[in-house]
């Protein structure tokens, strides 16, 4: 049965992969096909596919032909392309573009299938898990469909269940990936700096994640979270909650939505909704994610945002995610102030710190670069500056100068493409400059905050206390060592405790100036944000930090004053 099996496993691999051939000849892609046809098959392969096929497949332009490929080869290939479509450093623009048409509408499960997974899935019958199970699906894609669900409680949920056998497919079709990418890197080694096996291996990654519904469920629950947790007043957004236990690795369980597609202005108009408001409110929603959670959806096209009665947004489909660090949120920050004020250094410096500070092989040219591209930002309209095509355009910046930035940054430049759509078709003259400005100020400024000031210092005089404490043992220790023979050095101590009682004196020097400092800085901005109580109009907070700070520098210059082995 073994060898049986083994057999069927690379037929199916062999003939996948000869699927994948046939479709490539079809739509004009005999040249890459040569390149992969090491056995010398080609013209056996062309053979299969009529000319009719192949004469229909002219009229369309190479980047759409591209498209059609991945549409053809099914679900796994569509997501490549998505994926692909998010990496305009790694692919022209237009085929970028032309990649985020990709859609993946098949027709659905059986409703004895999809039940067949639910039950094998949660392990008891549809019946006594649910009130009642919609038999027709609402929405349907390659790798689930999604099925209202009522439970016996009365409350009505959203059901999204995997399509039986496509872990099978997905295996198969990466198999065939990764026998291309190999064979390409041999052949084509022009390629070689693509990288085309480790892409391969990115995407197997992602896609195994995407199709894992747990994890799905915790982007969920994370998004849900960021949003609950802020109770400000300009909080236009909502998500669904998650129902863990109904929820496994291929059936997802979360509350049922009742919205408006917010594409469908007419229908926004009937229930009193303005579509400019709704506009703001959605791009207030999404700066929000990107510059204060630092957690975004990457996929905010008009089928995954929902008009609810109260107005709100509600987002959908957490499988594309975008996860962004503090220090890389508040150089974004800096970023696009630093393009607002036209400041050429300001944004060197923040792509170098996005690189990880990156060698700059030729400065002058990219001065020379950065500042032609604010020439051309400052010289079109407002409508054409959108922050999507300033972050496209400073990619080719980054990519003709060597620069590495993280992969987010082309997510959250495609999110923008996205998001940017469904802002013109509410608002046509929304300037998003505007609305994201204060959060970009807001978080560029952050860490001037007198208590964040206060918490760092704090954290700092702790670590080096603590290290001061260990310090002297530490020492020691390694003298220790050094006398017993486990360290031979050709050193000689002499003096070595008025040293150590040396270092004590400086460490505590340092301290003080470490407090001396956060106080002046504390009582500056107390007194320039005039933070209650008040006396002749200066903070009391800030008079009384500049106070014992006065006091802690006339310390340390007395201290200074005596000698080394005065403490």
């Not at 549809?126 to 099925?147: D, G, R, T, Y």
């Not at 291929?250 to 594409?263: F, H, P, Q, T, W």
């Not at 050095?489 to 020097?509: A, E, F, N, Y």
């Not at 005039?530 to 009384?544: E, N, Q, R």
Request: charged share 25%; hydrophobic share 45%; glycine share 6%.
């Amino acid at each position: 049965m073994g060898l049986i099996s083994g057999i069927g496993k690379n037929f199916k691999s062999i003939s996948r992969y000869n699927q994948i051939l046939r479709v490539l000849v079809k739509y004009g892609f005999e040249d890459f096909v040569y390149y992969l046809e090491e056995k010398n098959r080609y013209s056996f392969v062309k053979k299969l596919v009529p000319n009719s096929a192949r004469t229909q497949a002219i009229k369309f332009s190479r980047w759409e032909k591209m498209r059609l490929v991945c549409e053809e080869l099914g679900p796994t290939f569509v997501k490549f392309g998505q994926i692909l479509s998010n990496r305009p450093d790694l692919i022209p623009l237009e085929l970028a573009l032309e990649l985020e048409k990709l859609h993946d509408n098949v027709p659905p499960m059986s409703e004895e299938v999809a039940k067949n997974v639910v039950e094998t899935e949660l392990k008891d019958t549809v019946q006594n898990l649910f009130a009642w199970f919609e038999p027709k699906p609402f929405a349907s894609a390659s790798i689930a469909q999604v099925h209202k669900v009522t439970l016996h409680s009365g409350k009505r949920i959203a059901l999204k269940i995997q399509r039986s056998g496509i872990h099978e497919i997905i295996g198969e079709d990466i198999k065939a990936m990764y026998n291309i990418a190999e064979i390409l890197e041999r052949r084509m080694p022009s390629l070689k700096s693509f990288d085309p096996v480790g892409l391969i291996k990115n995407f197997e990654d992602s896609i195994l994640k995407e199709i894992d519904f747990i994890n799905e469920s915790i982007n969920v629950q994370r998004f849900y979270n960021n949003l609950k947790a802020d109770n400000s007043l300009d909080q236009f957004a909502q998500a669904p909650k998650v129902y863990p236990e109904f929820t496994t690795t291929k059936v997802l369980a979360l509350e049922y939505i009742s919205g408006i597609k917010i594409d469908q202005i007419e229908a926004l108009k009937l229930k009193n909704n303005d579509p400019k408001v709704i506009a703001r409110r959605l791009a207030t929603s999404f700066f929000k994610q990107i510059f204060e959670y630092g957690f975004f959806h990457a996929d905010p096209h008009p089928g995954n945002l929902f008009v609810i009665p109260n107005g709100h947004i509600c987002y959908l489909d957490f499988g594309m995610m975008g996860s962004m660090l503090p220090r890389d949120i508040s150089i974004f920050g800096k970023l696009f102030i630093a393009i607002n004020d036209k400041d050429v250094t300001g944004i060197i410096q923040s792509l170098q710190q996005l690189s990880n500070n990156a060698p700059i092989k030729n400065m002058r040219d990219l001065e020379f670069d950065v500042n032609e591209f604010l020439e051309k930002y400052y010289v079109r309209d407002i409508n054409d500056n959108e922050m999507s095509t300033i972050l496209l355009e400073l990619k080719d910046i980054i990519i003709a100068h060597g620069l590495k930035v993280p992969t987010y940054f082309f997510l959250f430049a495609r999110s923008l493409v996205t998001l940017e759509g469904v802002l013109k078709k509410l608002h046509p003259e929304l300037e998003q400059f505007d609305i994201a400005k204060p959060y970009l100020r807001k978080n560029a400024t952050q860490k001037y905050n007198p208590i964040l000031i206060g918490k760092k210092v704090a954290n700092s005089v702790v670590e080096l206390t603590n290290y001061m404490e260990e310090f002297p043992t530490d020492l020691k220790n390694a003298i220790r060592k050094i006398n017993s023979g486990e360290v031979k050095v050709d050193l000689t101590h002499k003096g070595i405790d008025p040293m150590v009682h040396t270092l004590q004196r400086i460490t505590k020097q340092l301290i003080t100036a470490f407090i001396m400092v956060a106080l002046i800085v504390g009582a500056s901005l107390f007194i320039v944000f005039k933070i209650d109580p008040l006396w002749h109009g200066l903070s009391l907070l800030g008079l009384t930090s500049f106070f014992l700070a006065v006091i802690l520098g006339f310390g340390m210059i007395m201290n200074l004053k005596k000698g080394d082995y005065d403490m």
